[in-house]
């Protein structure tokens, strides 16, 4: 049995051809016969592919494509300058005063309280600092407008150690931003 396309450029199709091609010999009716769709008779069916680039000229420079749009990394928004510059310098004193070279008394003004109590303490457990601490790096993230994450570390009677911080900003200017929360690790 043959089927037969009624135009007249066409020859006859073997009624063993797929429909889906109509007998032009499609990768899916290569063996025709044997094969239905991709599958031959209850075995998985191997293609081969090409796996070597294809070679181009010598004398012409690679090509790279745009990556796709869903593999672009974020930016982080752009942090406040001053909330910087107001970490920088108040971890730089909390530092200061765990070497016992400054008073406490003087980050009154520019830490809350409840962060004054904990470096107090941290500084009564910590022994006699045999050489300077130091801020080594510095991190600032602002969740929101009104707020700086800081994540730092220094070396701390020797040691390396992280520190984490939040500043709020609580008035206007520089000073505005206050340490709310601070933890050393």
Same mark, same amino acid.
């Given at each position: 049995?043959?089927?037969?396309?009624?135009?007249?450029? =066409?020859?006859?199709?073997?009624?063993?051809?797929?429909?889906?091609? @109509? @007998?032009?010999?499609?990768?899916?009716?290569?063996? +025709?016969?044997?094969?239905? =769709?991709?599958?031959?008779?209850?075995?998985?069916?191997?293609?081969?592919?090409?796996?070597? /680039?294809?070679t181009r000229p010598a004398d012409q420079a690679p090509t790279l494509a745009a990556p796709p749009q869903?593999?672009?990394?974020?930016?982080?928004? /752009?942090?406040? /300058?001053?909330?910087?510059?107001? +970490?920088?310098?108040?971890?730089?004193?909390?530092?200061?005063?765990?070497?016992?070279?400054?008073?406490?008394?003087?980050?009154?003004?520019?830490?809350?309280?409840? !962060?004054?109590?904990?470096?107090?303490?941290?500084?009564?457990?910590?022994? /006699?600092?045999?050489?300077?601490?130091?801020?080594?790096?510095?991190?600032?993230?602002?969740?929101?407008?009104? !707020?700086?994450?800081?994540? !730092?570390?220094?070396?701390?009677?020797?040691?390396?150690?992280?520190?984490?911080?939040?500043?709020?900003?609580?008035?206007?200017?520089?000073?505005?931003?206050?340490?709310?929360?601070?933890?050393i690790g």
């Amino acid at each position: 049995m043959t089927i037969v396309d009624q135009s007249p450029t =066409h020859a006859p199709i073997p009624a063993t051809a797929c429909g889906m091609c @109509g @007998g032009d010999g499609c990768y899916r009716c290569a063996y +025709a016969g044997q094969q239905q =769709h991709g599958r031959r008779a209850g075995r998985p069916q191997l293609r081969v592919l090409r796996y070597e /680039p294809a070679t181009r000229p010598a004398d012409q420079a690679p090509t790279l494509a745009a990556p796709p749009q869903w593999c672009l990394i974020p930016v982080d928004p /752009p942090v406040d /300058p001053t909330a910087r510059q107001r +970490a920088h310098q108040v971890l730089r004193v909390a530092l200061e005063v765990l070497d016992r070279r400054r008073p406490i008394s003087q980050l009154s003004g520019h830490v809350e309280a409840a !962060a004054l109590r904990y470096l107090q303490a941290t500084g009564t457990q910590l022994g /006699p600092a045999t050489r300077p601490s130091r801020l080594t790096s510095l991190r600032v993230c602002q969740p929101h407008r009104d !707020a700086a994450e800081v994540a !730092a570390v220094c070396r701390l009677r020797g040691r390396p150690r992280a520190i984490a911080a939040r500043f709020d900003l609580l008035g206007t200017g520089p000073a505005g931003w206050r340490c709310t929360v601070l933890r050393i690790g």
